[in-house]
């Protein structure tokens, strides 16, 4: 992966955005003790950067986001296995976008990316780190996990196309030598 320093400011600020959103404006719903669910838009820059940037950029941003988001504002021990979901959570899109669908970034293969990505990190992994570190059961977990994911992954791809739209728009007003 290439890195020149207008990417590191768009990781830098994607990995901002991330933690602030977050820990800052969501809410963390307790279920058992520990945060069952989290409602927020704190995973969207994660998979923007995987859908916009590429895979590793993407888990770059959702390792540095959840392990600085740590630093920054800790909620409880820190979990390794929570950065790693969180890696995922930009990986598997942006592997998907690049990789397996050939850099296709309509909005229903957006929306597939999305899916995937959410599914195996939100809807697998995290509920299972949960049930194995704390004893939480799958059947309180997964019912709020579901509703969730069932109105952030449109909300998501959305929002990811339209960004990446907006990009598109302005490079093409850039070259054509006009500005906003």
């Given at each position: 992966m290439k890195l020149?320093?207008?990417?590191?400011?768009?990781?830098?600020?994607?990995?901002?955005?991330?933690?602030i959103l977050t820990r800052v404006f969501s809410i963390r719903i307790p279920i058992a003790g520990v945060e069952g669910v989290r409602i927020g838009f704190g995973a969207l820059p994660i998979i923007f950067a995987g859908v916009a940037f590429g895979p590793v950029a993407g888990g770059i941003v959702g390792a540095l986001g959840d392990l600085l988001g740590y630093f920054i504002n800790?909620?409880?021990?820190?979990?390794?296995?929570?950065?790693?979901?969180?890696?995922?959570?930009?990986?598997?899109?942006?592997?998907?976008?690049?990789?397996v669908l050939k850099r296709c970034r309509t909005l229903p293969i957006i929306f597939i990316s999305v899916a995937v990505g959410q599914l195996i990190s939100s809807l697998i992994l995290v509920p299972y780190f949960i049930n194995t570190l704390f004893g939480v059961p799958f059947t309180v977990l997964m019912p709020p996990r579901?509703?969730?994911q069932l109105i952030n992954i449109p909300l998501y791809a959305y929002f990811i196309k339209v960004l990446l739209n907006y990009d598109a728009v302005k490079v093409r007003k850039i070259k054509a030598g006009t500005s906003c």
């Amino acid at each position: 992966m290439k890195l020149s320093t207008k990417k590191i400011a768009y990781l830098s600020f994607l990995t901002a955005l991330t933690i602030i959103l977050t820990r800052v404006f969501s809410i963390r719903i307790p279920i058992a003790g520990v945060e069952g669910v989290r409602i927020g838009f704190g995973a969207l820059p994660i998979i923007f950067a995987g859908v916009a940037f590429g895979p590793v950029a993407g888990g770059i941003v959702g390792a540095l986001g959840d392990l600085l988001g740590y630093f920054i504002n800790p909620m409880g021990a820190y979990m390794p296995h929570f950065t790693f979901t969180s890696f995922l959570t930009g990986f598997i899109p942006g592997f998907m976008v690049f990789y397996v669908l050939k850099r296709c970034r309509t909005l229903p293969i957006i929306f597939i990316s999305v899916a995937v990505g959410q599914l195996i990190s939100s809807l697998i992994l995290v509920p299972y780190f949960i049930n194995t570190l704390f004893g939480v059961p799958f059947t309180v977990l997964m019912p709020p996990r579901l509703i969730s994911q069932l109105i952030n992954i449109p909300l998501y791809a959305y929002f990811i196309k339209v960004l990446l739209n907006y990009d598109a728009v302005k490079v093409r007003k850039i070259k054509a030598g006009t500005s906003c």
